[in-house]
């Protein structure tokens, strides 16, 4: 029977630093036969929360699965959630292993404190510290955890340590129930130190993971006081406000505690004889005063408590709060970058016509799958970006040797779980998008009969990919490889001398690109395939080093091939071979001697421009790599066949200036690499790595998110859009989509003008962007002049490519904006024109009076024809609502719903085939001043698309699942 050890808490103990560290050290821990299964939301929260939360009956069926299969004796799981719930919970799991639980206990005020602080800290608590601890002592049900959408975990706090135990105690058995003092020297030097001697294993801490640090008292209140007045689904958007805002004062209440000496003294007194039997029954060895000598304990403790929060101090802070929205954006600095022989920079609005369009998939790479979907949220912000950049391609990693388990006698066996992520989320794809499948990291068992020579390799990776596209018919294109000339990625083997080096490229043509293509044509795979895909440009390497270093992937045979990985020590797991496409197109000529014998459409390239010295800059750096591939292709006779580039980036953190944070040079690399790649006929397909920063990328200088590790949009990111949309053939181009963020983001103090054109009646009409202060994020505020009658309109550069099925959504959110004495009387328009004949199409006018009035709706399908339709009444605009306009079974809707989610009108208009919605279309906005005293309106977000749907609902016109 396995050996199961169940961390369960509790809360505030070094839960968070426990499991990064657990989830980091598979190696370490796979030496002493014992598994932390990756069983777990994210990479940053690696807790196996779903045990408690009763959330996850496929995920438990996984992780019993994997603990099966795992060859390792001892299993580890841990979820602070446990100590909160009935032990029945994890009834059924103990039953199945020897099982000891390992708690942690930290003194109860000092306990009740910290727990405090958190759940405020995330919104799950309103009361004050009074009423708090009053709820705790009378085991009053808290809320613990809520998603605030549909997880939530209603529990009295188990700060009665010995009741909390004697639970498991009865479900395990006395002697499979440790309990730790938090603060004891006894038992070690620190939290995880102590978690290790209980749990009989030995790991190195890991700097740079989650620190689950504690609000400031000033902080804690202020969150309390304005959650008040927030719905569930707001109060999300301001952590990470407060987080910065927690920053910048911590230290002046350095020391000071919530709960003064007279509320310590009263907890303390409440648990002094639990704790008295709690070190009798469970925790003998203790030696820390509040378990040792519990009531005088009680009668001692002090604490300098904080001053109350009183208005001023209150006021001032929620200034600081929300001016956070404005910090940390990079100043406007000029980017210059050297190039060779490049196309001359110029302004967005004057790059409409400067691409030569050769470039038709432009795509957005990702982590995994699985970090998507299981964050709904995030999952959304990836979709609206595809549509905000309007892109049509995505590339999707398919890993080898998570995907496929060998049986006994060598028959592979798809994993029907991660079979049905990738299903989910390709369910979730509008259909138009184009898919590109890559493998990924070679399983490790025909990578070792490859090293042992043993023959087979070339048969089990024809197979793989067979199942790949019979699994996933989804597939559209394929490429056969993931840079097989990076240790990462490549198979070794063994070299004349009996030591080991990577494959050349004789036997990566014969053991990969041969099978590969023969399998995939024989199961009838019509898309295009990819032969090879190079880190870098296949070129470049590490010439210096004397020894290869070992295949990564052999890492599950540490322990059988130590001496071949001895040789990595002192230079990591980063290595690449030298000159290996070189290599790999002498091998191919030997079978294929010109480009029309290739039994593949298309070479592959990671053009990143960090191997080697980039005295030109980044982006020139890039573009050289990419260029002496292309060279490589003419040399070779290759001439002219297509290359893909499927992964490109820069890091935000700007390598050549001493790992400075230089968000401005990472979007000028954008503009700069992008501009030249659109030039060259040869690239087709481009995708940029990647769509955001995770927070364990910081600890590596991996900044090469689009949208940083909190959700925030980078320069680069608006320079991206403003390329894609560029870049891409007009007919492939479904959606156009603005947040209205860039002027904020990009420091400038207008629209994105690569997106937008402007035109105004008079100069003193503007568009600037700002901040709302809400989850709303930015904004655009829009004054259309002095005069009354005078319009500012913005019209989309680009425009929707046709559609027979005349499907069509536009949606433009919005609030007027008052900035004195006197009602807003204003007119804000949404038109949908025909491409051929600007004069046709939708046209929806709404005069706004006031804030609190009336809105009043006409509508027509040509520019001079408009009648009212309806008249609604606005009830309080100081929220943004929405207007939709909308194709519904060949009918053309009109909705509008106000700030808290009421619809306010839903009218049938007309036809689709009145507006000529099949056609090319463009969308525009125009804001106009009837009457009355100067104010604003706010554009918060504007979509035109295709896909019937625009942001959150994606039922209509996406991929069922198989095509």
């Not at 509040?290 to 403790?301: F, G, I, K």
């Not at 040789?567 to 290595?575: L, P, R, V």
């Not at 580039?645 to 401005?664: H, M, N």
């Not at 003193?764 to 500012?792: D, K, M, N, Q, W």
Request: proline share 6%; glycine share 8%.
């Amino acid at each position: 029977m396995k050996r199961l050890v169940l961390h369960i808490g509790t809360h505030k103990t070094g839960t968070t630093s426990i499991q990064y560290t657990l989830a980091r050290s598979e190696r370490a821990l796979a030496d002493q036969g014992v598994i932390y299964p990756a069983h777990y939301a994210n990479a940053n929260n690696p807790g196996h929360h779903f045990l408690a939360l009763g959330t996850g009956r496929e995920r438990y069926k996984a992780l019993i699965e994997t603990i099966e299969k795992a060859p390792q004796g001892t299993v580890i799981l841990s979820t602070e959630l446990l100590s909160t719930v009935p032990t029945e919970r994890v009834g059924e799991l103990v039953s199945r292993y020897d099982t000891t639980a390992i708690c942690l206990l930290r003194r109860q005020d000092e306990y009740l404190e910290s727990m405090y602080r958190e759940l405020c800290k995330s919104s799950f608590c309103a009361q004050t510290p009074d009423s708090f601890v009053d709820s705790v002592l009378a085991d009053e049900p808290l809320l613990i955890f809520s998603d605030f959408k549909r997880i939530e975990l209603r529990a009295p706090l188990p700060a009665g340590y010995e009741r909390l135990l004697a639970g498991y105690s009865d479900l395990l058995g006395e002697d499979r129930v440790i309990g730790i003092p938090y603060d004891d020297p006894a038992f070690g030097d620190d939290a995880l130190n102590r978690f290790c001697r209980a749990a009989g294993i030995v790991v190195e801490p890991i700097g740079g993971g989650p620190r689950n640090v504690s609000f400031s008292p000033e902080v804690v209140e202020l969150r309390r006081r304005l959650d008040a007045s927030l719905e569930d689904h707001e109060k999300p958007a301001l952590r990470p406000l407060f987080w910065k805002l927690n920053d910048t004062i911590a230290s002046e209440q350095k020391g000071q505690s919530i709960l003064g000496t007279d509320q310590r003294r009263r907890i303390l007194t409440h648990y002094a004889a639990s704790n008295a039997r709690l070190r009798k029954r469970f925790i003998p060895r203790a030696t820390v005063d509040w378990l040792t000598a519990p009531e005088s304990t009680a009668r001692s403790v002090t604490a300098t408590q904080a001053a109350p929060l009183d208005e001023a101090r209150a006021i001032d802070l929620t200034a600081r709060l929300y001016q956070r929205a404005d910090a940390g954006q990079p100043s406007a600095r000029t980017h210059v970058v050297s190039k060779p022989a490049a196309p001359p920079r110029k302004s967005r609005a004057e790059r409409k016509t400067e691409t030569s369009g050769q470039i038709n998939l432009i795509g957005l790479n990702f982590a995994n799958i699985n970090q998507l979907l299981d964050d709904p949220e995030r999952l959304q912000t990836y979709m609206d970006a595809m549509d905000e950049c309007a892109l049509n391609a995505i590339r999707i990693p398919f890993y080898w040797r998570h995907l496929i388990a060998y049986q006994a006698d060598g028959t592979a066996r798809v994993d029907d779980r991660l079979a049905s992520h990738y299903r989910s989320f390709v369910a979730k794809l509008p259909e138009h998008v184009k898919i590109t499948g890559v493998v990924v990291n070679c399983h490790p068992e025909p990578a070792r009969m490859a090293y042992l020579g043993q023959p087979g390799f070339a048969e089990r990776y024809a197979e793989y990919v067979r199942l790949m596209v019979e699994t996933f018919d989804f597939i559209d294109d394929i490429e056969l490889w993931n840079e097989p000339n990076a240790s990462d990625f490549y198979v070794s083997v063994k070299g004349e001398d009996g030591l080991h080096r990577p494959w050349n490229g004789s036997e990566f043509v014969d053991m990969v690109i041969r099978p590969g293509v023969e399998s995939l044509r024989r199961a009838g795979f019509a898309g295009r395939i990819c032969g090879v895909t190079f880190a870098e440009n296949g070129l470049v390497g590490h010439v210096k080093r004397t020894r290869p270093v070992f295949a990564n992937t052999m890492r599950d045979y540490a322990d059988e091939f130590a001496a071949e990985f001895s040789d990595n020590q002192g230079h990591g797991a980063f290595y690449f071979q030298p000159d290996f496409a070189r290599d790999v197109m002498q091998a191919l000529k030997s079978h294929y001697p010109t480009a029309q014998d290739l039994p593949f459409e298309a070479f592959g390239i990671h053009p990143y421009p960090y191997f080697g010295p980039a005295p030109d800059g980044f982006a020139a750096h890039s573009w050289h790599l990419t260029q002496d591939f292309l060279s490589l292709l003419e040399d070779t006779g290759y001439s002219g066949v297509p290359v893909w580039i499927t992964e490109v980036g820069a890091r935000s953190l700007d390598l050549s200036k001493g790992y400075d944070f230089d968000a401005v040079a990472q979007a000028g690399f954008v503009d700069d690499f992008m501009a030249h790649a659109a030039g060259e006929a040869s690239i087709e397909k481009l995708f940029w790595y990647k769509y955001r920063d995770e927070a364990w990328d910081l600890k590596q200088e991996k900044s090469f998110g689009l949208v940083d590790h909190e959700g925030r949009k980078k320069p680069a990111y608006y320079s991206f859009r403003s390329r894609a949309l560029d870049c891409l053939p007009p007919q492939s181009i479904r959606v156009l989509q603005d947040d209205f963020g860039s002027g904020a983001v990009m420091q400038v103090s207008s629209v994105d003008k690569s997106f937008w054109k402007i035109e105004k009646t008079e100069p003193f009409a503007y568009a600037i962007p700002a901040h709302t202060g809400t989850a709303e994020g930015t904004a655009l505020l829009v004054s259309p002049g002095r005069a009354v009658g005078s319009v500012l309109r913005l019209e989309t550069r680009h425009h929707l490519a046709t559609d027979k099925a005349q499907r069509l959504k536009a949606a433009l959110r919005f609030r007027p904006k008052a900035t004195g004495p006197g009602k807003p009387e204003m007119t804000l328009g949404l038109q949908i024109t025909n491409l051929a004949n600007p004069e046709t199409g939708l046209f929806l006018s709404i005069r706004i009076n006031g804030v609190s009035g009336v809105a009043a709706f006409a509508f027509g399908t040509t520019r001079k024809a408009r009648t009212p339709v309806a008249e609604v009444g606005l009830a309080d605009l100081s929220q943004f609502a929405e207007i939709t306009l909308e194709t519904r079974k060949g009918r053309v809707w009109l909705s509008c719903v106000d700030g808290d989610g009421s619809v306010l009108t839903e009218i049938d208009l007309c036809a689709a085939t009145q507006a000529f919605l099949g056609r090319r279309l463009r969308g525009a906005i125009e804001v106009s001043r009837t009457k009355g005293p100067i104010h604003f309106i706010e554009l918060s977000r504007f979509g035109l698309g295709r896909q019937v749907t625009i942001n959150d609902d994606r039922k209509s016109g996406s991929k069922k699942g198989p095509r």
